[in-house]
């Protein structure tokens, strides 16, 4: 299994990355990425933290792991440029908070999201058609997500995504230890979403794109 929407205690996760990791390999997993929020204010400091440690845990726990990012509430006009000194700092995975329904996230938000060219739009609740076929043309993955409150638009999600050929990445948000995937998740995941099971293997193999781009650089 592959992930790459998680939190850790840099952000507002429960864990630190290395009990995030071990439990994850425990579970399956076969690579997960760190995407802690950041902004403005700590995107220094969160990625510092979060990279001396994936090299270790990968060696150790024989489990790719990846710095990444979560872009969150960034004036959308600035996402471009933050995403880009994300990469810059070292996070291999930049993805964006979306315009869940579960929150108030500021307009626009989604569009300049995948206009960036980031490599995951996550939980981005009404999805437009505009937003999909742009992600489309930019290689941007739209997440179906697992969790709760985020999870209610999936559906429509995918179906606009499908519809305009954008790709779709299944990932958990994971905040604590039980959000982490099994595959029970997965099946009601997927039957929810209104997507067969087999689509699970697509949506991980769009996965492993995002991650043989980043080995390529």
Do not use: W
């Not at 090299?55 to 726990?61: A, Q, R, S």
């Amino acid at each position: 299994m592959i992930d790459l929407h998680t939190h850790t205690f840099f952000s507002d996760g429960v864990l630190s990355p290395s009990e995030l990791v071990y439990r994850a390999k425990y579970k399956g997993y076969t690579a997960i990425a760190l995407t802690d929020h950041v902004d403005y204010s700590n995107m220094e400091t969160v990625i510092a933290g979060i990279t001396k440690v994936v090299k270790v845990l990968t060696e150790n726990y024989d489990i790719l792991v990846l710095t990444g990012a979560e872009l969150t509430y960034i004036p959308p006009k600035l996402i471009k440029a933050a995403a880009a000194k994300c990469r810059k700092l070292g996070a291999e995975i930049i993805i964006v908070h979306g315009e869940t329904v579960a929150e108030t996230v500021p307009p626009k938000t989604n569009l300049c999201a995948v206009e960036a060219g980031v490599d995951i739009l996550a939980h981005p609740g009404h999805l437009s058609e505009e937003e999909a076929s742009i992600a489309a043309e930019n290689n941007v993955k739209i997440e179906i997500t697992s969790r709760r409150g985020h999870n209610v638009t999936n559906k429509e999600v995918a179906e606009v995504a499908l519809k305009k050929k954008a790709k779709l990445v299944l990932n958990t948000d994971t905040h604590s230890p039980e959000n982490l995937l099994s595959k029970e998740t997965i099946a009601q995941i997927l039957l929810n979403t209104g997507l067969p099971f087999n689509y699970y293997e697509i949506m991980q193999k769009n996965s492993l794109e995002i991650i043989e781009s980043k080995r390529i650089q």
